[in-house]
């Protein structure tokens, strides 16, 4: 018998085994192996601009930008200019999600600055929506315009606000017109849409010591409890514009927006008479019906929902 000393033969059949796994790896990470960035793709972008009152506005500039680029200075993607029907498109290409900064801006409207999402992925085409501008020459303390989308179909802006004594006057579709006991006219309603995207807009003339209540009511489920269309897919977007332009924002389904989801009636902000300071409330209330003057005029629940104080 011959005996072959120092070899043991499992020994040699793991470093075998070994080598392989090491041989094959190097294999995988062939550097030639290299990651490939997504292909540039066209996006189709399209909205409209119109007057707070509704009418449409030919010869709009939208400037598009990048938010990651320089804003400002020309350094914009395009720039659609809106045609006699106030709608302007275009087409966008990017290689990652991005958000977009758009400008509008038109000689004797107040310029408007809006932002949107734009995805990489799924649906190739991205409807901004209505933007809607009131003129420079609209000589009020405040202008409150609100647009959303196609669904609901009937949003409504209620404004409420002090009369000058112990009462509160109360705009809405039903009551355009906000008077102070003097007889003067404190607010007014100037457009009511009833068929999507709006605009509703409300000129707040003066402002007299006491509170002023901003609120969005869904008319398109008037009393309907458990109703979540407005929070969820209208898409609802308050803009306060003093006579410089655009003095705030806000969004419904934005990052700053209610966490409640169900609800027909948002309670959006308020308004120091004394100071011109502007508070964001962000309240969503539930099963609301237009006439109850006590939920948009006063601020403590009653019945669940509001109570006089």
């Not at 404004?159 to 003097?182: A, C, M």
């Not at 409640?260 to 964001?280: A, M, Q």
Request: aromatic share 10%.
């Amino acid at each position: 018998m011959i005996i072959m000393k120092g070899l043991d033969v499992r020994k040699g059949s793991i470093i075998a085994a070994a080598g392989l796994i090491i041989f094959l790896g190097f294999l995988a990470c062939d550097d030639r192996q290299t990651f490939e960035p997504p292909e540039p793709i066209d996006k189709y972008v399209y909205g409209k601009v119109t007057d707070d009152a509704g009418n449409p506005l030919k010869n709009v500039t939208v400037s598009i930008y990048d938010s990651r680029a320089d804003f400002g200075s020309g350094n914009y993607i395009t720039s659609p200019v809106t045609n006699a029907e106030g709608e302007w498109s275009d087409t966008i290409t990017i290689d990652q999600s991005t958000n977009l900064r758009l400008v509008y801006s038109h000689t004797g409207y107040l310029d408007l600055i809006a932002t949107a999402f734009l995805s990489i992925g799924p649906p190739d085409t991205l409807n901004i929506g209505t933007a809607s501008i009131p003129p420079t020459d609209m000589d009020d303390e405040f202008r409150v315009v609100l647009t959303w989308g196609s669904s609901p179909s009937d949003l409504d802006a209620h404004l409420t606000g002090p009369k000058g004594n112990d009462e509160r006057f109360h705009i809405y579709w039903n009551n355009k017109i906000g008077q102070s006991v003097d007889g003067d006219i404190v607010a007014r309603l100037i457009s009511d849409r009833r068929g999507g995207y709006g605009p509703e807009s409300i000129a707040i003339k003066q402002l007299l010591p006491g509170t002023y209540r901003f609120s969005v009511h869904n008319y398109s489920a008037n009393e309907v409890e458990g109703d979540s269309s407005l929070v969820v897919r209208s898409n609802a977007k308050v803009r306060v514009f003093s006579d410089d332009g655009v003095a705030y924002e806000f969004d419904i389904a934005g990052e700053d927006g209610p966490d409640e989801k169900i609800g027909n009636t948002w309670r959006v902000f308020e308004i120091n008479g004394e100071t011109g300071t502007i508070t964001y409330v962000n309240q969503i209330f539930d099963g609301i019906g237009f006439r109850e003057d006590d939920m948009f005029r006063f601020d403590e629940l009653k019945h669940d929902r509001l109570t006089i104080p």
